[in-house]
């Protein structure tokens, strides 16, 4: 088995999400899909891996494979609403908890309430091929399955919906997200409708569609370690594709997701 054709499926949904790019002063963004960065740094937490050591190869995997060698598939489900929350930290404390200023004192009491603007993604869902070194997959599938830390979706307060981990590791789970994972789309598809359009981020060029457009992001992580975290670009590819209408999942997706999971783990199990 190849890292190219073995993985996990992952749903990544919830009522907030955030996956962050630059944050300008009090101003944090997000993205219009999970971001490397952010779905690496939820692996890491998982397996309980410190900041200094979250993208250090698994030197007791054979192989010694890394976070860097996975490669991510995502399908929007729904690309969600964006949401700003006007938030204030710092006000009302004692005058020991107040602010700093850039100099290292406290700031006075009338100036330490600091506001900013945090833009989340709301009611968004995606589901996410993960494939790579089959010995690194399994690992994650355990960490996930018994996570050191609570997964999140980008910030600590963006709990996931169930089920985050859509079955076991298995083989080519992106045919899976083209022809078998239930969707769960904002609105049902109209009487009569065959296909639905459906937006796909690739990590490389996709090779049935050789003129899809690419966008360059800031979110391959370099080094998670606090002070001195950084990111590199890299580009990632949109195309539309046309699904089954058939996938839909309808207004309570988890039942369709249950039904899923049940009819793979059958098709699955040994007999």
Partial sequence: MTSTDYGLLLRLAGPLSA????????YRATHQHPTRSAITGMLAAAAGRPHHQA??????????????????????DRPGVLHTDYHVTGGGYP???LLHTSAGARRSPNQSALP??????????????????????????????????????????????????????RPDPVHHLLHHVPLALPTPPSPG???????????????????????????????FTPHTRHHSQRRIWRTTEHLPARLYAGSRPQYALAAYLEEDRT?????
């Fill in 55 to 76: 993208l250090s190869p698994f030197t007791e995997l054979p192989g010694q494979p890394a976070y860097h060698q996975l490669q991510f598939t995502i399908r929007t």
């Fill in 95 to 97: 005058r020991h908890q």
């Fill in 193 to 223: 409708t065959r296909t639905v359009p459906v937006t796909f981020w690739w990590e490389t060029p996709p090779a049935h569609q050789p003129h899809a457009t690419y966008t360059e992001l800031a979110d391959q992580p370099r080094d």
């Fill in 116 to 169: 900013s603007h945090r833009l989340y993604l709301n009611d968004a869902a995606f589901v996410l091929a993960l494939t790579g070194p089959p010995a690194l997959i399994d690992a994650i599938a355990d960490h996930l399955e018994h996570p050191h830390y609570a997964p999140y979706l980008g910030r600590r307060t963006c709990v996931p919906d169930e089920p985050l981990v859509l079955g076991p590791p």
């Fill in 267 to 271: 098709c699955t199990e040994p007999a």
């Fill in 19 to 26: 996956y962050g790019t630059h944050a300008v002063s009090t």
